[in-house]
């Protein structure tokens, strides 16, 4: 990692957090999060 810049480490997290996944019912893990905080008010 000591080759890999800031700009490129957030686009790589982009990516991976707006992946629709299998586990989370193809929702993405942001979405999957949001539901979650709304079940908590």
Do not use: S
Not at 30 to 38: P, R, S, T
């Amino acid at each position: 990692f000591d080759h890999v810049t800031e700009k490129e480490m957030e686009q790589a997290l982009k990516l991976i957090n707006n992946r629709p996944r299998k586990c989370l019912g193809w929702k993405t893990a942001y979405e999957a999060f949001q539901e979650e905080l709304l079940h908590l008010n």
